[in-house]
């Protein structure tokens, strides 16, 4: 004890200094090895991307929505320096199984909230996913920026799934630096298209607001920018789920009005039909009161122009009394006639501020009979997120110019396409209602390509494009809207230059080009066909005019003057010296049968609207010939066409008209079956309305049905271009109107878009597409649609059930076969005979 405690203070010291300098070594690797694993962890926080965004959103996952609703995300940064330039939000939706994503990616309003606007926004709707890209500008002070962020709001696309059942689209946000993502929110959007019922009942009243002008003639104290349905509407919330409103209607701030229109449905029942009421439309706010009350009016939908007429059928009266805070309008001298009728008032609310929010009320007091009605509601506020101003006013042009004066508003020098701000200075105008006015820019539509939609050589005569674009200030954007151009053929014909080419490309011919002059009597609209042109040129040595299959899929050029552009081109094909070859044996040909001779009056339709005009396009529903002349005979057969499928049957450009010696009707044709060996052949064919008809309808049909086995694409527009999507065969489509396009059809479809009329890939009504057949005895599957080629380890025996594709027919491009039912499944063809197999459910 003693001697431990007695050392000596040099042994004391020395085991002091070791002490030390041990503790100073642990301690000196102790802060490097911490510093070691703390640059560690710097480095893996680094490494693991998080969003810098507090994000928000009215979308559920367990909700349904349709196309006439809103769906809102807000990002909102939560702290400074958490954004980088370059940095994204994606948001992503999938797509359905006829290709249409979940978004409409047209409809999207997106604001920059307190800061400015900084994300550039681009759309993708060509992959699936479908995606809407938010981009961070370069420029930005991000390092300084606080309580900044972005709403964006978007609608549910309208597709023919969605229109008869709930289709779920997967959808995901995502917050992308470079190669790094990480997930905001995922989740699947339902969406539900199936119309609805609605209107009165049979025994009571109803009532609705509605948003936008639905049509009818804007009220006083709203301006009218010409969109007479929807005004400055852009849709309904799903968030209304607050007991002091039915819905929520959602405005671009484009002005300091909201633009609405309030219905009430008679009963349809005749006995329940009252004399008369009171209806009564109030504000729930002192500061946005309906404008100008007094100078409301009623209306009944068609005439949605004249209000309804103070007669002794019907009687309308405003109260003298009423105030924008309550406007009283009296109905009476109702009667039984006017059982389901619908009238209707539209109104505008005057508003102070973006951030304005208030209840619209539509009540029924008063019922002669002493029914009661429910009260309507409605919430009203804007889109914008913005308090510094308004979107812009957007004004689009509809032109119609000679084809001269469309390429001088589109082309310098006639080629070169014009800047996007000179092309869209001519077709639309912004103002605003800031003051000072801000500075608003005129864009393309999101996904528009203007330079090849309104490329040079798209331009023609007798076309019309539809150009979407829209208007952005500081404060936001506009809706989209569409300009046309409209192109008809000049007055004053110009020559056109005409060129020879090489149909494989081996060389070019500059002295053989030649110019067609028209002449004195050339009119708009005429017709030079082929040997017209090379009246005018001489084909260079050596080669010949290019035909049949030695055009590899090119069209030899016909001019219709004051549409066709220079240059014309004509193909020509390099002369080569046949090698000789043994005179082969000759085949017999079977004797055809004789094409059947009309009766008289039996169906010639010599007159009326029977009569396919000159330049449309017929085809033949039975055998038929065609003759060299007016005046049929075996000697005077050119060609014959056995009798095809309706989706294969041969078609026939009228030229001119002739008549046989006893006076029938003849069609002049040319032969446009381009896939068969009767192709460009000319010669005269029956115009019996029983043997050949006009291959595109020419009335309106409600619906129709989808047969082309490759089915049938719908465009943007009516000149079928803008590519939309594809229809598989067996859709059924549903048709609002039937419209021209040259001396063509094209049927419009309820979502707007423009698919064609021709017979040959659409048929009028419900057509039922058969799904499932059952085998009645032993048969193969095949390759090709011919049989030729079976899959000889592929049998199908008795009783056996397969899923089809489609169907289709074998030689299609035959016309000497007619060509038998073949259905398409999976991994080749089957026969469709009914003594083999048998349709079923």
Known sequence: MHSDIGLSNVAHHRHFNKSIIISLVIGLFSLLF?????????????????????????????????????????????????????????ISVGKDSDGVAGFDLSSLQINAVSSGNFFDVSTDGSTNPATITLTAKSGPDYANLAHAGVSIYMKPATSDLNEKSTVSYPIKVNYIRGSQTTVIKDGTLNVNNIPGNSGGGADTLSQEIFGGLGGLTAPSGFIDDGDIYNGNFYAYSPDASSTAYDKNLIYWYDQNATVAWAQVTLPTDVDKVPKSFTWTLSSSNAINLIKDPKALKVYESPDNTHPISNTP??????????????????????????????????????TKLVSDKFVITSSIS??????????????????????????????????KVTLSQARALLFNNNTQLKSAKDILSQFATTTDNNDPHTDDALNFGL?????????YGKINGGQTYQIPIFASNTNGSSATKYASLKIIPDDNLTSLNAEFVDVDGQTSFP??????????????GDTWDLNKILTYGTVPTGYHIASGSELNGKVQPTVVWGTTTSPVKIYVKKDVTPTPTPNPTPTPTPTPTPTPTPTPGGGDSNSGSNVAAKGTVVYSLKKIYLYKNTTFSKRERKAGYVSKPRVYRPMFVVTGYGHSANGRLRYKVRDVNHLTKNRGKKGYITAQWAYVRPVYYQTMHTSVTVINPRGVNAYMYKNLTGLYRNYKQGTVLHVTAIVKHNLTTRYVLS????????????????????????????IYRYRDVNLSKRNKKVAFKKGAKIKIKNYDYSHANSVSNHGALRYHISGGYITGNSKYVKVIK
């Open 34 to 90: 911490g510093m070691f694993l703390s640059g560690l962890t710097v480095n893996a926080d680094d490494s693991e991307l998080t969003s810098p965004f507090t994000y928000t959103t009215n979308f559920k996952n367990d909700a349904t929505y349709n196309s006439s609703q809103a769906i809102n995300m807000q990002f909102l940064l939560a702290e400074t320096a958490g954004i980088k330039p370059g940095d994204k939000i994606q």
């Open 511 to 524: 002295n053989n080009k030649f110019t067609l002059t028209p002449s004195s009597t050339t009119k708009t």
């Open 366 to 399: 008063n019922i002669s009979n002493n029914s009661t009605v429910k009260d309507r509601t409605a919430q009203m506020m804007y889109n914008s997120t913005i308090g510094a101003g308004f979107i812009p006013l957007l004004t689009v042009k509809n032109l």
């Open 313 to 350: 059928t019907t009687k309308w009266t405003i109260d003298p009394t009423s105030t924008g805070g309550k406007v009283t309008v009296t109905i009476d001298n109702l009667g039984p006639n006017d059982a389901g009728r619908s009238l209707n008032i539209p109104f505008a609310v005057q």
């Open 447 to 455: 996904g528009y390509d203007y330079k090849s939609e309104l490329a």
């Open 751 to 778: 979502n707007g878009k423009y698919i064609t009329a021709n017979r040959k890939l659409v048929t009028m009504g419900t057509q039922k597409q058969p799904r499932y057949v059952k085998v009645k005895k032993t």
